[in-house]
């Protein structure tokens, strides 16, 4: 069987195991049980954006990505460094450089689109060829991002009730960014044909690494086949619940607390080690999610697809409930048509962007 055959083959058989299914039909069942919540809690189809009155669109897609994580910028021991590049036609190389100089930052750094999902458009900047490359091809506003080079990267879920005095972490997710083992025979596209969980997103591991598919991978050499936390695009996730613990759940929830009106969404950090997740110590912020935002621990393989429906249940009848009180206090997020509008512009400018 040839490398296409063996690729839709094994595309078929990932639809066995459910994390795998398309974003299209795992959440069918979701859409049901939001008209359900409408009824309950007599609300409207925008109460999505009715949470998180610190962000502009209470955190949702189309939000702005540098608006959400600037809340948390007074602790920039705890906050990977960002910068927010705008649209083409109000910028140009020159200035980028000259703010790229006068903030310190060394090559290389992250780029990724100012709203966007799922990890598109996120690309590792090596020299400035890379650069020059991203702002010919990116038309919207961008960020550029401190290069975090910690080993371990997590997702914290954050629920606020509005009134309470302080919120939980309700998820905890590690994600682990997979290697491949060479054997000194193999080219990496077959060892990602041959790797039993990587053939079923060989897709994706074989559009990321498109340059060394051919390439004998060197015996014993581990090789990074993925370099983005998303699981879409082949990060595999684990429940972490019981990874961070003492003062650094302390100091998580000390600075979620900080930031007045934020309900409801997920953080992605990275820690220095295993050491820094108990110590409170050496972790950064990467990014701040909020209405849109799940409890991606549900994608562990242990975890069944009745597990995960009642895990994201559970979260959407959460965000009801706080847009319900937010309501009442007077937030009452977007119109619809603000929020379809927000929708139709997210789509239009979200082209894709190859992603590393």
Known sequence: MNTELKKKYYKVLSLRHWEFLPAYIFYIPVFFYYLF???KYRI?????????????????????????????????????KTLLIP??????????LEE???NNFDYPFITKPDRGHRGNGFKIIRNLTDLIDYIKICERSFLIQQYIEYPLEYGIFWVKIPGEAKGKITSITRKILPYLKGDGKSTLADLILADRRARYMANAYFEKNKNDLEKVITENTMYRICSAGNHCQGAIFEDGVYDLSGKTLEKLEE???????????????????????????????LEVNG???????????KYSLLYAYKTLYKQWDTLFKIAKINRKNGFYGLTASKLLSGYIDFFKENKEIKSD
């Open 100 to 102: 790229i100089q006068a």
């Open 87 to 96: 649209s083409k036609n109000k910028r140009n190389l020159p200035s980028i």
């Open 291 to 301: 209405s849109e935002a799940e409890s991606t621990h549900i994608y562990d393989r």
């Open 44 to 80: 409207s189809p925008t109460a999505i954006s009715a949470v998180n009155p610190c962000f502009k669109a209470g955190g949702m897609a189309f939000d702005s990505k540098f608006n959400m994580i600037s809340k948390f910028f007074h602790y920039p021991d705890y906050v990977a």
């Open 255 to 285: 600075i979620c607390n900080s930031v007045k009106g934020y309900d409801f969404g997920r953080m992605d950090i990275k820690f220095n080690g295993k050491e820094a997740l108990a110590s409170g110590k050496n972790f950064k912020i």
């Open 37 to 39: 919540l409408m009824v």
